[in-house]
Structures are given as structure tokens and as C-alpha cells.
């Protein structure tokens, strides 16, 4: 049984997804503030629906508290009548999986839910299979245990900056289009905007300092990890 964890500052919102979550065979625990979710969430949760628009604490620094000081790679979809490309950026950019604009059906909240989770699960699934590691130069790369050293110090990255740089690691001098790195990444069910592709790809690159130089881009073909 799958446990979500619901954010969100209306109660009655909470009520009505924790009941059809539920209705689905989920087990769930709902907050009405982010600092509540906080002190709720655990190694349990395989989701978080979450509010943008909250007092004191938002969604999105919910979620870069997170994935930064946290260092906890949970699914995160986002709930927000804020519909902006910048805001669905922003949502992508501090770890963000998916980003549904209020209001909403819930039939879609389930669909978005399910695949997810079946994402996440097989993403998990496939990285257990893996037991190699990508070294070039200064870069180390244990794709069991998703650590990434550059010059034997570790490189802190969000999940969807290490997908990125594991799936082009792991084919070398080939180059993937915006499109294939959607589809690996983030799946092809998830609203996503390839302009994302880029904005990660430039936050990977600095954190990677000199080597990421090395992730090339070629006009019409794509995104590429030169080793030559």
C-alpha cells in the first residue's frame, strides 16, 4: 500500500482527496501548513501532493527545504492556481515531478497520482539493477548508490539533475533530444515543457563545475556526455 502525504491549507480539499485517495486503496495523512507536512513527512511517504499558495511557508520552499537540507528525493506533484510558465519552472526547477493547476478533477488527480508512483517505482526497480560506475577524470558516478564526486567531494543534485546525468553518462557521445530526455526523465504523462530540459541542464553543469563542460549541445541533435 502506497502512503501519500497531502499539503495543503484547505481543509475541505484535503478531505475530499484523502477520501478518494483512500476510495483507491492509499493510505494517507494530510497537513494544512508546510510547516506541518514537514514534521509529518517520513521515510514512509511515496508522494507528496502539495500545495504552492500557502502562508509563512510555501510549497516551493517546502520542496527546496526537501530536496536540499532534507536530501529526500520523495515524488512531489504540485497543486496551484498558478498556471505561468515561470511558476511551472519554478515548480520543475526546486524538484518538482508534476504540476496540476486548481481547479482540477479528481479523476485527473488519480491518473497523475498512479503514474507517478509507477514511475517512481520503476525508476527505483531499475537503479537496484545497476551496479556500475561512470568514472571520467575528476567525475565518480555509483549508480547504486546515486552519488556523484567531483575532485572526491560529493556534488549535491536533485533526482531529476541525477536522471539526467546518469542517462547520458551511461551512453557516452550519443546525443539524446530534448524530447528522449523528457520521456526517460520525467515520462511522457507528466506536463512537462522541454524548455525544462534546458533549465536543468544548466543547474547540472555549474554544480559540476569544469566537467560540465563536458554535456554538450548540438544544434538538431540533442544533449550529449563527450568522455573523448
Not at 520542496?63 to 498556471?83: M, S, Y
Not at 536543468?200 to 554538450?216: Q, T
Request: glycine residues 4%; negative net charge.
Amino acid at each position: 500500500m502506497s502512503k501519500i502525504l497531502i499539503v495543503d491549507d484547505e481543509q475541505d480539499l484535503c478531505e475530499i482527496l484523502q477520501f478518494n485517495l483512500e476510495s483507491e486503496g492509499y493510505e494517507v495523512d494530510t497537513a494544512n501548513s508546510a510547516e506541518e507536512g514537514l514534521k509529518k513527512l517520513n521515510s514512509q511517504h511515496m508522494l507528496i501532493l502539495l500545495d504552492v499558495m500557502m502562508e509563512d511557508m510555501s510549497g516551493f520552499q517546502m520542496a527546496n527545504k526537501i530536496r536540499k537540507e532534507l536530501n529526500n528525493d520523495v515524488p512531489i506533484i504540485f497543486l496551484t492556481a498558478k498556471d505561468t510558465e515561470n511558476d511551472m519552472l519554478t515548480g520543475f526547477n526546486v524538484g518538482g515531478d508534476d504540476y496540476i493547476t486548481k481547479p482540477f478533477s479528481l479523476k485527473a488527480v488519480m491518473a497523475r497520482v498512479k503514474a507517478v508512483i509507477k514511475r517512481s517505482a520503476k525508476s527505483a526497480t531499475a537503479a537496484e539493477s545497476i551496479i556500475d560506475t561512470f568514472k571520467y577524470k575528476s567525475l565518480q558516478i555509483n549508480y547504486e548508490t546515486k552519488k556523484v564526486l567531483v575532485d572526491n567531494k560529493e556534488v549535491q543534485l536533485t533526482r531529476k539533475e541525477y536522471m539526467i546525468l546518469a542517462f547520458l553518462t551511461q551512453s557516452p557521445q550519443r546525443f539524446f533530444t530534448r524530447e528522449q530526455i523528457l520521456s526517460q526523465v520525467w515520462d511522457e504523462d507528466a506536463y512537462v515543457i522541454e524548455r525544462s530540459v534546458d533549465v536543468h541542464i544548466a543547474r547540472l553543469r555549474k554544480k559540476l563545475g569544469i566537467i560540465g563542460e563536458n554535456i554538450i549541445n548540438r544544434t538538431g541533435f540533442g544533449y550529449s556526455f563527450d568522455n573523448n
